[in-house]
């Protein structure tokens, strides 16, 4: 159990456009979900926290107008990058929470902005 | 201010080789600490949560234990198939998030 997916999983647009990334909890419902970056060879720095029915909190220096995020339902939250640039280009991750604590990470989703 | 520092930063051994990944921490009131393990290119796969002092946890190779100040990830005998990178996150009792160290590169020469 807890498995988590995300759509796409990887993605090529062109500067200028907006791209949504799906995320879903396939076995579970969660009431919290989280998104993430990660760049090569680092850690995975949180971008916001995303809770079902409700505004997303953003972490500082995360643009909430670029990163539109949604939370519709207990298994689905969407990551929508606006106005897609260069250094937009990352691995987008997202996560559920089942119970109490514990995470379960989609598998990710490689965004190239060319 | 919470934080997480793991190390080694990256550690190669030999197949069959025991070793142990450390995860210090500081947290304002510790919920649980977590252990996932990540393949190039893929989401973090769950292993452990760890919630209090003296805690072990054990899954085929992999054990981890906790302390109130670091927690430990002992690989026994291990295999080519284990080598990944082992990331160590916190969560503190205020908070929904949890904050990640930046990993250990783990290479196991067959």
């Known amino acids: 159990g807890a498995v988590v997916s995300q759509h796409p999983s990887w993605v090529i647009c062109k500067s200028g456009t907006s791209v949504k990334i799906e995320c879903r909890s396939l076995?579970?419902?969660?009431?919290?979900m989280f998104w993430y970056r990660q760049f090569p060879k680092q850690s995975l720095m949180l971008m916001a926290t995303?809770?079902?029915?409700?505004?997303?909190?953003?972490e500082q220096g995360v643009e909430k107008d670029k990163f539109l995020i949604n939370h519709a339902s207990l298994t689905l939250s969407t990551l929508t990058v606006t106005s897609a640039h260069p250094e937009d280009s990352s691995f987008y991750i997202c996560?559920?929470?089942?119970?109490?604590?514990?995470?379960?990470f989609g598998p990710g989703t490689r965004l190239t902005v060319l | 201010e919470d934080q997480v520092t793991q190390s080694p930063e990256a550690l190669r051994l030999q197949e069959g080789e025991s070793s142990s990944l450390n995860c210090s921490y500081t947290v304002s009131g510790l919920r649980g600490l977590f252990w996932y393990r990540q393949d190039p290119g893929k989401g973090p796969e769950f292993l452990f949560t760890?919630?209090?002092a003296g805690e072990e946890k054990e899954k085929e190779r992999l054990k981890a234990t906790l302390t109130k100040k670091e927690s430990f990830l002992h690989i026994t005998a291990p295999k080519p198939e284990d080598s990944a990178t082992y990331l160590c996150a916190v969560q503190a009792n205020r908070d929904d998030k949890i904050i990640f160290g930046k990993g250990t590169r783990l290479h196991i020469l067959p």
């Open positions: 995303s809770n079902e029915g409700s505004k997303a909190t953003y």
């Open positions: 760890l919630y209090s």
């Open positions: 076995d579970f419902q969660a009431t919290t």
């Open positions: 996560s559920a929470r089942r119970a109490a604590d514990t995470q379960y």
